[in-house]
């Protein structure tokens, strides 16, 4: 059974920090060898800013570089989003999948960034 379960999102200040965190069912996050965060603004496409391989290698999306840390942990097939210096343009619902995606999305956890 294919599910992500994204949590962690908010309301936040510019400059403000969040944690999101993605519980994945134990076939995917073992299957897969990449994992990683996405957003969709409104209007926008969804766009990939994150992703973690099984051997340790990250990638980052130019907008979000040195804001942004992902990471896994394997023994709660969990995938986590580490969001400082949040800025009005990274308000977006994100979400986690596999790089490639999937087909199939959770729900996504909505990310607002205002004062």
């Known amino acids: 059974q294919v599910q992500f379960v994204e949590s962690g999102g908010g309301l936040v200040q510019p400059g403000g920090s969040l944690r999101l965190s993605c519980v994945v069912s134990?076939?995917?996050?073992?299957?897969?060898?990449?994992m990683g965060w996405y957003r969709q603004a409104p209007g926008k496409q969804r766009e990939l800013v994150a992703s973690?391989?099984?051997?340790?290698?990250?990638n980052y999306a130019d907008s979000v570089k040195g804001r942004f840390t992902i990471s896994r942990d394997r023994a709660k097939n969990t995938v986590y989003l580490q969001m400082n210096s949040l800025k009005p343009e990274d308000t977006a619902v994100y979400y986690c999948?596999?790089?490639?995606?999937?087909?199939?999305w959770g729900q996504g956890t909505q990310v607002t960034v205002s004062s």
């Open positions: 134990r076939s995917i996050f073992t299957f897969y060898g990449i």
């Open positions: 999948n596999v790089y490639p995606s999937l087909e199939y």
């Open positions: 973690n391989s099984n051997g340790g290698t990250t």
